[in-house]
């Protein structure tokens, strides 16, 4: 007779849910490299991709703002959007309604990343998707969601 202890144990050893997740997330960032060298954009991680959308979308965001859209925590945005500024693609300014704060934009430079962004941002939910309904999508996020929040 198995114990439930034993039992447990063994669903634990045949359930790789998260080593999953993180090998399609690093197969999903080499993919992002390789597009982004494909347009011979070598100085952008795949992680900066947040912060660009979220400038994308709005074009001027505090710390702050940009924090909360994207999710992270506000040292991890600093971090990529001072890798950002260095290689030309954002630069702040202080914000004219609170002088405590400062403002992160989009340089020309950056503002012409958008097309090539979006490009490769189709092109991976094309391949994301690729064989799976919209009903397995939405069953899928949600279950991805409820996952993610039972890490909160």
């Keep these: 007779m198995i114990s439930n202890y034993n039992l447990f144990m063994k669903q634990i050893e045949t359930d790789n849910t998260i080593n999953l997740m ?8 080499r993919f992002i490299l390789a597009e982004l060298e494909k347009r011979e954009i070598t100085d952008i991680a ?5 912060v660009l959308a979220a400038l994308f979308r709005d074009s001027e ?6 924090a909360q859209r994207v999710n992270r ?5 600093t971090n990529s959007v001072n890798k950002l500024i260095d290689s030309g693609y954002l630069a702040t300014m202080k914000n004219a309604q609170d002088s405590r704060s400062t403002l992160v934009f989009l340089t020309p430079k950056g503002r012409e990343l958008e097309p090539a962004f979006f490009q490769i941002s189709q092109s991976l939910a094309m391949l994301e998707y690729q064989g ?8 899928f996020r949600k279950v991805l969601e409820r996952i993610y929040m039972n890490f909160s």
């Design 132 to 139: 799976i309904s919209a009903e397995e999508r939405e069953i």
């Design 61 to 66: 965001l505090t710390m702050s703002e940009i």
């Design 22 to 29: 993180s090998r399609i997330n690093e197969r999903a960032n």
């Design 73 to 77: 925590d506000r040292s991890t945005v």
């Design 46 to 50: 795949p992680s900066h991709g947040a």
